[in-house]
């Protein structure tokens, strides 16, 4: 087939709000309780095989980890190797079929999860991960949508951009895939982004070794199904379950490894980014280092700001998911004059809000991801506690026997720079700094330099002169920041997302940037009419 393709124009999937009595709603209780009758037999995939090893390792929701909502068949380094195999033998056919044949298949793999697997991989984020249904909902279902659709566009602008021709020559740019394969390593709480991260790689004609968190193999296994079921080749993307250093080892050593797209913690990207280092001069090329880690995202609310307008930023920014978002407001610097009223706000919200199970609909906070991040968290509220600088305002309750539950909680600290004012705690913890009207620059300056992240950031405000001074004094203190809104919640194709310092590579998932990134351009020259001497009129005497 001959023709310059027109992909369809994509627009951002619409949100379906599960009201009672909904279809929806109706729909999503089916698929939950299907999956708490059934218990999945989760295996790997690479090549064209299911690949169970025997050693089975359970997955429990983390609200109700009594359950078994089934288990994962952990692999060994055999297994990481055998996906590099499949994945390079795959990789020749699927780099040489034509561009819109690979976007043919992640627009049906979107279709497929805006339409017949939407409640099925939103009950499985639900309970693998325990988001509440309007979370799962703009995470496993709208976003990773998104992402296919505008990922699919932005290839198309890519495959477009051509260089100018002079007269009797035509100039051709190539966009190659990677030379080797690439590793995509996933995180537990955000199922869109587990699915983004191998497909945007894939979509450009690379081939991939996919491993996703432990936490999110119960709804990455629900992705690998949807690709499967659209027809994507076999070893294109292989989906592994082995732990970290075990990959790593395999794949950092290896010399076809092209590059890798990450989400995590900063610790593990650093470390990663040093074995790369270690090991350059094993590689074919030098590869692609692409990596969105931590936050310690801030909220200021300026003495102008509208109050109700903070506060209901800062309990969704703070609350929603537990936290557990990169993008999570984790701490606030108030004006003096307002904070006597936020406050009185802030508790009233806090005292209505419900915390318990996914399945309760009405519960705004569910569980945390596992025993070690609940463990991690009550020792951050046992030490606040008993710290002279700091003061617990709200919350701090916590019960792991049911499920890993922690309270959305306040601390208010008189010290800019407390702990928790600058380590990333990844929890439902918001801590508080109360600075004076008349020292806005100041704080301004004390939250541009207080953290070593710089992923997102908002500013509460009504003067336009101040919300100027924030924009251009916290300039490289977030890739993502916003005015009058909460600092979470990037929507693709609106907000690209990604933050700079220790927070990444800033790549901005949801762009034609992060596509950038898993091509290697090549640039051809055809001369029509060729000079026959090598000789230039420069070079004549007379």
């Keep these: 087939m001959n023709g310059f393709f027109n992909v369809p124009e994509p627009v951002n999937e619409p949100v379906l709000q599960y009201g009672a009595g909904s279809t929806e709603r109706l729909l999503l209780k089916q698929a939950l309780n299907k999956a708490y009758e059934t218990q999945a037999d989760i295996p790997m995939y690479i090549g064209a095989g299911e690949v169970r090893t025997g050693q089975k390792v359970a997955i429990r929701p983390p609200h109700n ?17 055998n996906a590099i195999h499949a994945a390079l033998a795959a990789k020749p056919n699927w780099e040489q079929l034509p561009w819109e044949q690979r976007a043919a298949i ?40 998104d992402f296919l659709r505008f990922n699919v566009k932005y290839m198309a602008e890519i495959y477009a951009q051509q260089p100018i021709s002079a007269k009797g020559t035509w100039n051709r740019a190539e966009q190659r895939p990677l030379e080797g394969f690439v590793f995509a390593l996933t995180p537990f709480n955000f199922t869109a982004i587990a699915g983004n991260l191998p497909t945007s790689a894939a979509m450009m004609g690379n081939v991939v070794v996919w491993k996703p968190s432990h936490a999110q193999i119960y709804s990455a296994h629900v992705i690998m199904k949807v690709l499967k079921a659209v027809g994507l080749p076999d070893g294109v993307i292989n989906l ?20 890798i797209h990450f989400t995590g913690s900063t610790g593990v990207f650093q470390q990663i980014w040093k074995t790369i280092g270690a090991n350059i001069q094993n590689y ?31 309990v969704r920014g703070a609350f929603e998911y537990q936290g557990q978002k990169c993008s999570a407001a984790s701490r606030l610097y108030v004006a003096a004059s307002v904070w006597p009223s936020l406050k009185k706000e802030l508790l009233e919200d806090l005292a209505s809000i419900t915390t318990g199970p996914v399945e309760d609909f009405s519960n705004f906070v569910n569980a945390v991801i596992d025993e070690n ?52 705690l990844f929890g439902p913890i918001l801590t508080v700094f109360v600075y004076a009207d008349d020292s806005y620059e100041e704080t301004l300056k004390l939250a541009d330099k207080t953290s070593v992240y710089a992923l997102t950031g908002a500013i509460i405000a009504t003067d336009r002169h ?5 924009c251009s004094i916290l ?47 090549r640039i051809i020259k055809e001369t029509f009419n060729p000079p026959v001497d090598y000789r230039y009129p420069v070079f004549e005497e007379k």
């Excluded at 980890?65 to 190797?81: E, F, M, N, P, R």
């Excluded at 339409?115 to 988001?131: C, V, W």
């Excluded at 968290?377 to 539950?405: C, M, P, R, W």
């Excluded at 101040?466 to 924030?470: F, K, L, N, R």
């Design 373 to 424: 991040a609940f463990d991690k968290l009550v020792n951050v509220i046992k030490q606040a506690e008993n710290d002279v600088e700091a003061t617990i305002i709200a919350g701090g309750g916590h019960d792991k026997s049911g499920g890993y539950f922690i309270e959305p909680t306040i601390i208010e600290t008189t010290d800019p720079q407390y702990f928790t004012m600058k380590e990333e």
């Design 284 to 314: 074919k090329s030098y590869p692609r280092i692409v990596g969105e880690t931590g936050g310690k995202d801030f909220i200021i609310v300026h003495h102008s700001a509208d109050v109700q307008v903070a506060a209901a930023a800062i």
């Design 106 to 145: 992640f627009l049906k793999a979107a279709d497929l999860i805006a339409g017949p697997y939407r409640y099925e991989i939103n009950a499985a984020t639900m309970l693998g991960q325990s988001k509440n249904a309007y979370q799962a909902e703009i995470d496993s279902a709208c976003e990773l949508v």
């Design 65 to 81: 980890h009594q359950h078994i909502l089934g288990y994962y068949h952990q692999g060994t380094d055999a297994d990481v190797t």
């Design 240 to 259: 592994i379950y082995v732990p970290g250093p075990v990959a790593g080892e395999v794949i950092f050593s290896h010399p076809d490894f092209a590059g």
């Design 475 to 521: 300039k490289n203190a977030a890739g993502n920041f916003y005015i009058n809104d909460k600092c979470t919640g990037a929507v693709v194709g609106q907000q690209p997302f990604g933050g700079a310092r220790a927070s990444g590579t800033n790549d901005k998932a949801g762009s034609m940037i992060n596509l950038l990134r898993w091509v290697s351009p």
């Design 466 to 470: 101040v919300i100027e001074q924030a």
